[in-house]
């Protein structure tokens, strides 16, 4: 078996889940149960970020400690991850101590080296982004971008790590593992932005300016830098595990420039270690075309949503809207759409259907196939066509054209049931037919069955409880689940499953 190591960002303690934390958390689960499935040993890690100016800043403003404040708010995610159904190993905080030791180690083992250095800086400060920022990041007509909020001149000492000094050894490195971020595209952007010269990273922040940081090992007057501590907790969670380099770090487009896929790599290669194999870069949710922003007041509880419609809902709107790597519009009416035409109207339908029928006219057992006609050849050529198609398509991150794959087939499945009829075999006391009712009862059954295995990563519960009224409990091999055979004969069916039930109250 092998290891297969995956992360989320960890997401900064400075305010309470939204969409995009969700989605995040979600897609990263779907490559994990996935690659379980797939046979590998998934360690899948996610976590809060939890120092920092920012943090400091919204503790005092609510008169609390900033620990109390962070207790707080990574409960906040931690029971997001419950919720969704996310099936994390761990769950990192940069506030733990077996996080600081690792950062700790790692920075003075720098200063150790020469690569980390003490000098004055000059310019200009971010308070809203924590970062130092130079002439070059002002706008053409010389203001600041929103984003940095408000920026202010300043002078002080502080400890640079030689950023610069490997931006030729990342270039290099980018240019010979071109694999190393998905999509592809996104790697020439990084190159892009490394024709300017780096300029060396200032890793600390004083204490008089900001307490509320791990302390340089070879000065505590000091402060670490919010990037430089919250980047190593993908290594620090894993490093007396064996498990690095992580097979994938999972990112918003947002955090890949320079943080993911400069500073990183880059503090890694510095202490001797190797980058991760691999940067997954999801793009944003949108609304009206542009970015949900909680100060616009756009931003969209995802427990509401799953409140309403059950997790498995959520689930399977987020990793079917969205083709990874892409940004993606959210409306409640879209989701409506895929809640009622897919999941409800098309799977929901043929369980009910299967379930009926098979209680009506079989008394609740699923029977053999007795005969195999143009219609369930068809059907089986289809599946085979489906599986083969959708299994490298999920390899690929393709989760969402996977799921239309799938959909298709229970299309497919609902289309051969109206060919067959089996309400009007039912009727008939001719041996033909009787044996062609038994037949469609089987084959509905069956690619039911199927159907569910092939969504299994997406929507664990629900084909849980579509297997639990089938009467059948999955072997441990995924791969086996996928092939059209007769594991569902003799089975007791439940008479009826309720799965995506009308919402009874407005939507929001």
Not at 210 to 227: A, R
Request: aromatic share 12%; with cysteine.
């Amino acid at each position: 078996m092998k290891s297969f190591y995956i992360t989320t960002a960890i997401d900064y303690a400075n305010g309470s889940p939204h969409l995009g934390h969700a989605y995040e958390k979600v897609l990263t689960d779907v490559i994990s149960r996935f690659r379980r499935q797939m046979g590998d040993t998934v360690y899948f890690l996610t976590g809060t970020d939890e120092h920092g100016q920012k943090v400091q800043a919204s503790a005092r403003k609510q008169g609390v400690e900033p620990q109390a404040y962070v207790d707080r708010i990574s409960a906040e995610f931690q029971a997001l991850c419950a919720r969704l159904d996310v099936s994390n190993n761990d769950f990192i905080r940069t506030t733990e101590p077996r996080h600081k030791q690792v950062v700790r180690a790692i920075l003075q083992q720098l200063f150790d080296r020469g690569e980390i250095y003490q000098a004055e800086y000059r310019g200009f400060y971010s308070t809203r982004q924590e970062q130092f920022l130079q002439e070059k990041d002002r706008l053409p007509d010389g203001s600041w971008p929103e984003i940095y909020g408000e920026v202010t001149d300043i002078v002080e000492k502080n400890y640079f790590f030689r950023l610069r000094k490997y931006q030729d050894w990342l270039i290099d490195y980018l240019r010979t593992h071109e694999d190393f971020i998905f999509p592809k595209y996104r790697q020439k952007q990084v190159l892009e932005f490394l024709k300017e010269p780096l300029n060396d990273l200032c890793i600390s922040r004083p204490k008089e300016r900001l307490e509320w940081g791990i302390p340089l090992p070879f000065d505590e007057n000091y402060v670490t830098y919010v990037w430089f501590d919250a980047l190593l907790n993908y290594y620090s969670a894993v490093a007396d595990k064996g498990l690095w380099p992580a097979d994938f770090n999972v990112i918003g487009k947002d955090i890949l420039v320079p943080p993911h896929a400069v500073y990183w790599p880059i503090m890694l290669h510095a202490s001797g270690l190797p980058p991760p194999k691999a940067l997954l870069v999801h793009g944003w949710w949108l609304q009206g075309g542009a970015k949900m922003s909680k100060s616009k007041g756009e931003t969209v509880n995802p427990l509401s949503l799953v409140d309403q419609f059950g997790v498995d809902a959520f689930r399977y709107f987020l990793i079917r809207e969205m083709n990874v790597g892409q940004d993606s519009e959210f409306t409640v009416e879209q989701f409506l759409v895929r809640y009622n035409s897919e999941l409800a109207n098309n799977l929901g339908n043929l369980v009910n259907r299967t379930l009926n029928m098979t209680t009506r006219f079989a008394a609740g057992v699923i029977p053999a196939v007795d005969v195999t006609e143009d219609p369930e050849r068809e059907l089986q050529e289809l599946w085979t066509k489906t599986r083969d198609e959708a299994v490298p398509l999920c390899e690929q991150f393709q989760f969402h054209t996977a799921l239309e794959r799938g959909m298709a087939f229970i299309t497919a499945t609902n289309a051969y049931i109206e060919k067959r009829a089996p309400w009007k075999l039912g009727k008939s006391a001719e041996a033909k037919d009787q044996a062609l009712l038994r037949t469609s009862l089987a084959t509905m059954a069956e690619a039911l069955r199927l159907a569910v295995a092939l969504m299994r990563h997406v929507t664990p519960s629900t084909t849980d409880k579509i297997n639990a009224v089938l009467g059948y409990t999955p072997g441990p091999v995924w791969r086996d689940e996928l092939v059209w055979g007769a594991k569902l004969k003799g089975a007791r069916v439940a008479e009826s499953l309720v799965l995506f039930p009308r919402p009874e109250k407005k939507v929001g």
